[in-house]
Nanobody, 124 residues
Framework: QVQLGESGGGLVQVGDSLTLSCAAS????????MAWWRQAPGNDRELVAS????????YYSQSMKGRVTISRDNGKNTVYLQMDSLKLEDTAVYYC?????????????????WGQGTQVTVSS
């Protein structure tokens, strides 16, 4: 059974940095795309960043571009999201998502596997 487990969320202040981690188990994602999504109350789920299996291709949303870095360690089946200069509007539940396939799209349906989410709250 595939499981994705996020960690690293919490309460931070505007301008702080935070790194999220997502460890995958029960499957091999070394050839697939992994991604981070987020969802704030009342908003649709938004793709924040995604990365292919080699790390040679990355996508970043316009809302966080320049403030976020996605990386992965295939040996550990883990993907990371480094977030810097956090803003109030970055407050959301952040979800890890994965597919065992090569996927360069931006639809939630392209990711069969999802974590439970980790809350990130940015306060002033």
């Amino acid at each position: 059974q595939v499981q994705l487990g996020e960690s690293g969320g919490g309460l931070v202040q505007v301008g702080d940095s935070l790194t999220l981690s997502c460890a995958a188990s029960g499957g091999t994602f070394s050839k697939g795309t992994m991604a981070w999504w987020r969802q704030a109350p009342g908003n649709d789920r938004e793709l924040v960043a995604s990365i292919n299996y080699t790390g040679g291709w990355k996508y970043y949303s316009q809302s966080m571009k320049g403030r976020v870095t996605i990386s992965r360690d295939n040996g550990k089946n883990t993907v990371y999201l480094q977030m810097d200069s956090l803003k109030l509007e970055d407050t959301a539940v952040y979800y890890c998502a994965a597919t065992t396939a090569i996927y360069y799209g931006g639809s939630p349906s392209g990711f069969p596997y999802w974590g439970q989410g980790t809350q990130v709250t940015v306060s002033s």
